[in-house]
């Protein structure tokens, strides 16, 4: 099935959306979490450190490692005394998913919006809307790389403009296949940085280890054509030649134009490579 990949109001979704404020801040409330909750965090995240040590990018291993959130869900304020004097950002405890403009002026600020609920046992693996563990423990590392932390408030700052351009959804695919689902080189090695996999244990290792799966080199207007689909594996993956990368290519960058020659065509399905196209060699590929 596929599902639209923006959502624009909350109803059906999972959160306590009453008695937020207008920006849908909440208090975490972390006193309520109850001692289950916790052990399920504290498995969550020990089956996920085991694969990040293997194949995460360096910055987000650095990352979790300064955050220190083993024992137990973490308070966000704790998390914040770390993040301000790192780059600048601060999390604030949102009910789950909010509507896009809300998202992106909060970006645009170097706000986090971090869901406070955790998902249920029974989907330990994956689930279609953010939860605690996606937000913090995908997410939070990589606000301390300075060039994420960059990336991310130009995104929140492009988001006004792609709206009233009619442009969003090619903005929201930027998101996706890179603080989603991006890979990075290192050493020539494939690393995962994207959050989405990071809390996805079966994802982790098909980005990285299915030899079938195309992987090209990252490139923005190919990314900004490029449909996806939010319930399943992921059927192509752009790869990073750097962090820095991600901003280098952006910044200064008017998608204006981009976005008027593309924002009426058809998403190029996601699987599918174009004519001359080069795949990132990928060691166990089959051909
Ligand atoms: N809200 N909490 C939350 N998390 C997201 O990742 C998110 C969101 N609202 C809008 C949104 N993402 C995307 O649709 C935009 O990036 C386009
Ligand atoms: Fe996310």
């Known amino acids: 099935m596929k599902v639209p990949c923006t959502q624009t109001s909350t109803s059906g979704l999972r959160g306590e959306y009453e008695g937020a404020a207008a920006d849908y801040s909440v208090g975490q409330d972390w006193h309520a979490y109850t001692p289950e909750m916790h052990e399920r965090w504290r498995r969550l995240h020990a089956r996920q450190s085991a694969l990040v040590e293997r194949h995460a990018c360096r910055s987000f291993r650095d990352g979790l490692a300064r955050l220190d959130c083993a024992g137990g869900i973490p308070r966000f304020e704790d998390a914040n005394a770390i993040l301000r004097p790192a780059t600048g950002w601060r999390l604030v405890a949102v009910p789950g998913f909010i509507p896009d403009d809300v998202f992106f002026d909060h970006l645009a600020h170097r706000r986090f919006p971090v869901t406070r609920w955790i998902r249920e046992e029974h989907e330990l693996d ?19 790389d300075p060039a994420i932390a960059d ?38 090695v494939l690393k995962v940085f994207g959050a989405g996999i990071m809390s996805s244990a079966s994802e982790t290792l098909h ?51 981009i976005y008027e020659q593309w924002r009426a065509a058809p998403a190029l399905p996601a699987g599918q490579c174009l004519p001359g196209e080069t795949l990132i060699p990928f060691p166990g590929a089959r051909t």
Not at 173 to 180: A, C, D, N, P, S
């Open 207 to 257: 980005s990285i280890g299915d030899g079938q799966v195309p992987r090209l080199p990252f490139e923005p207007v190919r990314i900004m054509r490029t449909g996806y689909m939010i319930d399943r594996f992921q059927q192509i993956y752009f790869v990073l030649e750097s962090l820095p990368q991600l901003i280098g290519e952006l910044v200064g960058r008017d998608f204006g134009p």
């Open 126 to 144: 994956y689930l279609v809307e953010p939860d605690v563990f996606h937000d913090f423990f995908g997410h939070v590392p990589m606000l301390l």
């Open 151 to 188: 990336f991310l408030e130009l995104y929140g700052k492009a988001g006004a403009r792609a709206m009233a351009m009619g442009a969003l959804e090619m903005l929201a695919r930027l998101y996706w296949y890179t603080i989603e689902f991006g890979l990075v080189r290192e050493d020539d």
